[in-house]
């Protein structure tokens, strides 16, 4: 079988600067595809991987935002061909489990990856970062985490909606449901909670109050649809949040953080019959504790968001479509275009909070 070398980003051990090297990308077998690159985002999940808090399975091959062109599909491949350009999903939904025989493939628990490995030039096995490894030229990927776009959406703008933009608009339009002429606030205002905003406003939310500690990143957040602006270092977001709802709480509070003290204040932040929705990652140790009269009182639902609980067959076109059309700012997220070999750099940026997204752009 033929293999690819390629240029890759690699992180070799825990917290150590990754590096680009050449790995060695498999000829597809049966149901996998290889996908050329075109673009790639940097998301915070890839600096989780770097610093070993997702798995020690070192070393990784970063990267998992990402759009290109199918450049070569398996046996039995189906579903996309040579020549397809692609949005790459995490969730590659299998049809055959329990949530998909029961028609929330949304939710699917059994999703697949490429069975063969990407390896470093001497065989050492990659271990791509959400089964997906796209800070490289080219990717071995299964054919079911090749989700096809309109081909007139830019790379830069489409790879986004692979991870961090979906993420936000699912949770904001999927978990939440947020209909026409509600209230929402967004606790988190980084890439996946303005994707929320923007999803927000999509559905017609008429009220949408945007939480962050950090006054630029709440400038962002009115660009893409806040109404009310609230700086939870100085001010009580509860009660600005309410002050903004005629002193009832919003329909719809999402965490976009992923931490007990924020989460605790979506939880108070909400009208009653509210819905909390959790879709910033925690990490494994955080605890929280509330007053179970309080649950039962409010009433309304805690709810957390896999994925923006997204279905890519459904969401990714739609959301590309609503792009070109205007009407949803994908290229907004875009704060530079880099090369492979400036994602390290782009790690410290993402840390300090100086951009929404750096996206890997490849020279084809």
Known sequence: AMAYEVR??????????????????????PGEAVVDVQACGVCATDLHYREGNITDEYPF????????VVAAVGEGVTNVAVGDFVV??????????????????????NTHNAAQQMTLTDGTALSAALGIGAFAEKTLVHSGQCTKVDPATPATAAGLLGCGVMAGVGAAINTGGVRRGESVAVFGCGGVGDAAIAGARLAGATTIVAVDVDDRKLAWARQFGATHTVNSRSTDAVAAIRAATGGFGVDVAIDAVGHPAVFEQAFYARDLAGRVVLVGVPAPDMQITLPLIEVFGRGGAIKSSWYGDCLPSRDFPMLADLYRQGRFPLDDFVTEAIGLDDVEEAFDNLRRGEVLRSVVVLDK
Request: positive net charge; hydrophobic residues 40%; aromatic residues 6%.
């Open 8 to 29: 890759g980003v690699v992180a070799r051990s825990k917290g150590a600067p990754v590096t680009v090297e050449t790995i060695v990308v498999p000829d597809p077998g």
């Open 61 to 68: 091959l970063l990267g998992h935002e990402a759009a290109g």
């Open 88 to 109: 790459l999903n995490w969730r590659a939904v299998c049809g055959q489990c329990r949530a998909c025989a029961r028609g929330e493939l949304q939710y699917c628990f």
